[in-house]
């Protein structure tokens, strides 16, 4: 079974200073996970991806996230803020065990720039 | 391309009526999905097509959901009687694979009263 863990529900940064989302995730099968933003009134917008290659992943607007496999980890960071990454931030995983396609959103994290 | 695209933005309906929300994925994107998000929570998933094969469904998805993709493209997501609990945003998604990532619409957002 799959499920995900977001640990903060909101996180507040002042502008220019780093950013850590935290997520932990469950999988019975080796994992698929994934980071996107919706900003409000917006779509959902991929920010990365790991699907089993390099466990540093970098993305779009200067975000990174590390696979940790001894720790269940996927935590999104971003070294210095800015006012537009205001916004929620999902963490999905999906089990790669064939037949499964549904991914698992965790409940999301509210991160707040302050100026 | 412009993306997922889906219609409409917005849907008011009594309780009771049936409405129909309309998705159009990436034309070269073969996986087609569906997720129901409500307020304060993460996007859940209803249902999976491979091309015109629906191939996976959630218990959320009871007998009054229906979707269908007839020709491998574009689907539709049908509720019948709806109630109030059924408010949600919809969500449709496309995707090649894992490996390229999914691609979500703007969402309808379903308001019954």
């Known amino acids: 079974a799959q499920s995900v863990t977001q640990l903060d529900s909101h996180v507040s940064v002042s502008e220019g200073t780093p950013v850590l989302l935290r997520c932990n995730y469950s999988s019975s099968y080796s994992p698929s996970l994934f980071w996107y933003v919706q900003h409000p009134n917006k779509g959902l917008q991929l920010l990365l991806k790991y699907t089993s290659a390099a466990t540093l992943v970098k993305g779009i607007n200067g975000f990174e996230a590390e696979f940790k496999k001894s720790e269940t980890s996927f935590h999104l960071t971003k070294p210095s803020a800015h006012m537009s990454d205001a916004a929620e931030y999902f963490c999905v995983v999906r089990d790669t065990n064939f037949g499964n396609e549904k991914l698992t959103f965790g409940t999301g994290t509210r991160l707040t720039i302050i100026p | 391309d412009t993306g997922v695209s889906q219609n409409p933005r917005h849907k008011i309906t009594k309780r009771g009526q049936n409405v129909t929300f309309r998705c159009d994925p990436i034309?070269?994107?073969?996986?087609l999905y569906w997720y129901r998000q409500t307020l304060g929570q993460g996007p859940e998933f209803l249902t999976y097509f491979q091309n015109e094969a629906q191939l996976e469904k959630s218990r959320l998805l009871s007998d009054r959901f229906s979707a269908e993709r007839p020709k491998g493209s574009f689907s539709t997501l049908e509720i019948q009687r709806t109630e109030q609990g059924d408010s949600a945003m919809y969500l449709c998604?496309?995707?090649?694979?894992?490996?390229?990532?999914?691609?979500f619409g703007s969402g309808t957002r379903l308001t019954v009263v």
């Open positions: 998604a496309s995707s090649l694979s894992d490996y390229y990532g999914y691609t």
């Open positions: 034309s070269e994107h073969n996986r």
